[in-house]
């Protein structure tokens, strides 16, 4: 059963990125992220969203090799962008946090209108869990 760092390396490789540069985008060193890929590291929440940003790959594909959790086969991939990974760092959220916040913000867009919204910014995005922390606690 292939394991996050083959993972990682197979979209690394198809995506023609040497390990020096998928390092560089996500903010680590090459011989961290070559241990990772040789299994001879754990990766945590937060190294694993900067590579899956900087692969633009879903975080549940690096975890489960699959996206598919509800086994219908219809679950979309949960791409994170990157002025939220920004955000989240800055505001040290977890994984799961980080995708509560993206599911709040598709959850308030789909009940306005139809019209187009502006991308959020990385402070925009602050924002917003600011205001979420404020109402929930």
Not at 28 to 54: C, D, H, P, Q, T
């Amino acid at each position: 059963m292939p394991s996050i760092g083959d993972r990682i390396r197979e979209i690394r490789e198809a995506k023609k990125l040497t390990q020096e540069q998928l390092a560089e985008k996500a903010l680590m060193s090459k011989g961290f992220l070559s241990e990772i890929e040789n299994g001879k590291r754990n990766v945590s929440s937060e190294y694993l969203l900067r590579i899956a940003n900087s692969l633009c790959a879903s975080v549940d594909y690096l975890l489960r090799g699959t996206t598919d959790v509800s086994g219908n086969g219809t679950r979309e991939s949960i791409v994170i962008p990157a002025e939220l990974s920004e955000a989240a760092e800055k505001l040290n959220l977890s994984y799961a946090q980080t995708v509560e916040l993206l599911e709040a913000h598709r959850s308030v867009i789909a009940k306005r209108s139809m019209k187009q919204s502006k991308p959020f910014t990385r402070e925009d995005w602050v924002a917003l869990h600011k205001a979420i922390k404020q109402v929930f606690g």
